[in-house]
């Protein structure tokens, strides 16, 4: 069938096939299908949804249109974390180490920066040599060595979602539960997971902004993982703010290293990373309760284990080997680095987080078009939390930027999206539940 057919199909909203859907993902594999099509079909799929059937297919279509990885030789559990998206998310830069350390196996294909939130494979690519799409051997031979691997697709794993995730990006239907769905998993299906855990962020940072759209695409993620053979669960967790202390490819690379060292350490950031990697651990069984899986977590940090693990990754996929010794001198600086000070004293109430992210874009730490190089150096720092007091003597954050203008242009945007108020606020969960099959 011609893929305009197909669009109009959808257009119209009329169900498609299994058989319609292969047909339509094969064309964006082999190219024969453009990206004004692809970007026609994924509005269309927008505005008017998918049945749960053919997110199924769809997903599925997607993790078949290129290698399916196996990890037979492997006898770990075999096993990875995916966040919806936000803003400050370095979450799985310590994950991954830390659940090696703890005896399983995590081979985690992630993405680039989506619409305001920012990509793992951007903090990675901070790091001089470290290779984020490197060939099947070489991210095998690291996940059997190390026990962990941070990569991006490769051309052979999921290729159409790579090709429908940068034409999303620019095209404004990066909010659909059913894209997202299908993204998200085909991934991860494709790299043979056993066991994922979804981290799925809700508030004003994030896609889902209400919680009963995380809800949505929570159990859907969940439904077509399981149906996929991938045994998942999801928490729910909160985006109203920044997470952690930095926004910025380079900064929050530095903000993970303090992390496995033991330093500087945000609250809500440690207490998200241990819940997703507990839920890993009792899943595969490699601990009893949640409490002996936060215990094994906590000896893995305190002893230096979960750092050393992070250290043989960044080596073995081509970046420096003293890279956690000597992060300041690897990872570039911004020429400006300033602070932000709010016009009025007292508590921080509110964020508009999304738009905070943006900001990051405006910096160059982020894209408006899907080949646009980055500047890894900028973005903000010291970032405030709700709750926080504030005075003339206390910034809202840092600004690392590489002029004067832009500097200033960044200083307006942090005051316009942050309230501060003279009481202080009541404080917010940051797990806000679970969601299981």
Known sequence: MLPQELIRKKRNHQILSDNEIKEFIQGVTDGSITDSQIAAMTMAVFFNGMTPAE?????????????????????????????????GDKVSLMLAPMLAACGVCVPMISGRGLGHTGGTLDKFDSIPGYQTTPDNDLFR??????GCAIIGQT???????KKIYAVRDVCA??????????????????????????????????????IE????????????????????????????????HTVGNAL?????????????????????????????????????TLTEAHQKLQHCLDSGLALEYFARMVTALGGPADFCENYHRYLAQAAVIRPVFSKETGYVAAMQTRSIGLALIELKGGRTCSDQPLDYTTGFSKFCHIGDKIDKDTPLCFVHAQSEDDYQHAAQNILQNITVCETCPPPSPEIIEKIGE
């Open 55 to 87: 997110t199924t297919s769809l997903t599925l279509a997607m993790r078949d249109s290129g290698d399916v990885l196996s990890w037979k030789d492997i006898d770990k559990p075999i096993v990875d974390k995916h966040s919806s998206g936000g803003v």
């Open 141 to 146: 031979k690291t996940v059997k060595e190390v």
């Open 155 to 161: 051309g052979n794993l999921a290729p159409a979602d």
């Open 173 to 210: 239907t990066v909010e659909s539960i059913e894209l997202i769905t299908a993204s998200i998993l085909s991934k991860k299906l494709a790299a043979g997971l056993q066991y994922l855990v979804m981290d799925l962020k809700c508030g004003n940072g994030a896609f889902m902004d209400n």
């Open 213 to 244: 759209d995380a809800r949505r695409l929570a159990k859907s993620i969940v439904r077509v993982a399981n149906l996929g053979g991938t045994q998942t669960t999801a928490l729910l967790t909160d985006m109203n703010q920044v997470l952690g």
């Open 252 to 288: 929050e690379m530095k903000e993970a290293i303090e992390f496995l060292q033991g330093k500087n350490i945000d609250k809500r950031l440690y207490k998200i990373t241990i819940e997703l990697c507990a839920e890993l651990l009792v899943n595969t069984k490699i601990s009893a």
